[in-house]
């Protein structure tokens, strides 16, 4: 395998029943907009009973049917904020922590060696997390635990230049598992960036298994008018 390959959504998810929870981070062809994506996927009824909702920073998880709700700690959080002209996008609550750091003029390095981890055994999801800064670029980073116990959290932080038509793709497992599921291997994937959000809503929600995935967001800023154009689907509604 080229670790220079450049696929599109659809052949990186193609065939796989569950990444899990994905970001991906990029620049349109024509180099005027940054695009930004968030999916959710689920194979219990708690994770499943969720849905996005609009907030005045970004958007926030709620639960689609609160008499099924049995646990929120790891499933309800503010994944997307903005901050600054800058956004944050992480699949955790591990969104406030990065916001409360960069507001008081802290890296968000710094941010996230304060978090490991999630603390559902046996399969320590990882925390994944995005940062996309006002030219384009942007930062990228995975926690996960270092050994099957949990005893120990590596960290890794990537960081992008804008690069026109390229982006990368994150997400916390490499694919479904029993009783273990797999955790994310190696560097972010190299995908093309659609040139409308409306391309990459479509190619992400066709592309994403029907039984497990639950939502998806998808935000295009214009980098010279900061003009935003976001969607947001639920499969509940």
Not at 2 to 21: A, C, F, Q, T
Not at 45 to 66: H, K, L, M, Q, W
Not at 108 to 116: C, I, K, N, S
Not at 127 to 145: F, N
Request: glycine share 8%; net charge negative.
């Amino acid at each position: 395998m080229n670790v220079y390959d450049i696929k599109s959504m659809k052949e990186r998810l193609e065939g796989n029943s569950y990444p899990g929870r994905g970001i991906v981070i990029g620049v349109t062809a024509d180099g005027k907009k940054a695009a930004v994506a968030y999916f959710i996927m689920g194979r219990s009824v708690n994770s499943r009973n969720r849905v996005f909702r609009e907030e005045p920073d970004g958007i926030r998880t709620e639960a689609y049917d609160p008499s099924l709700m049995v646990d929120p700690h790891l499933i309800i959080y503010h994944p997307v904020r903005e901050i600054g002209e800058g956004l944050i996008v992480t699949n955790g609550d591990q969104t406030d922590t990065i916001w409360e750091y960069l507001a008081k003029g802290e890296s968000w390095e710094a941010a996230l060696r304060t978090r490991q981890f999630e603390d559902d055994r046996p399969n320590w999801t990882p925390r994944i997390s995005g940062l996309q800064a006002m030219d384009g670029s942007y930062k990228m980073s995975i926690l996960k635990a270092a050994d099957p116990e949990g005893n120990a959290c590596a960290r890794f932080f990537y960081e992008y230049p804008a690069t026109p038509g390229l982006g990368h793709f994150l997400h916390t497992y490499v694919c479904d598992g029993n009783p273990v599921i797999p955790t994310f291997q190696g560097e972010p994937e190299r995908v093309t960036i659609p040139d409308t959000a409306e391309e990459l809503v479509d190619e992400l929600w066709k592309s994403l298994n029907e039984d497990n995935k639950i939502s998806l967001y998808v935000r295009y800023t214009d980098l010279e008018t900061r003009d935003v154009e976001q969607f947001i689907i639920n499969k509940h509604e």
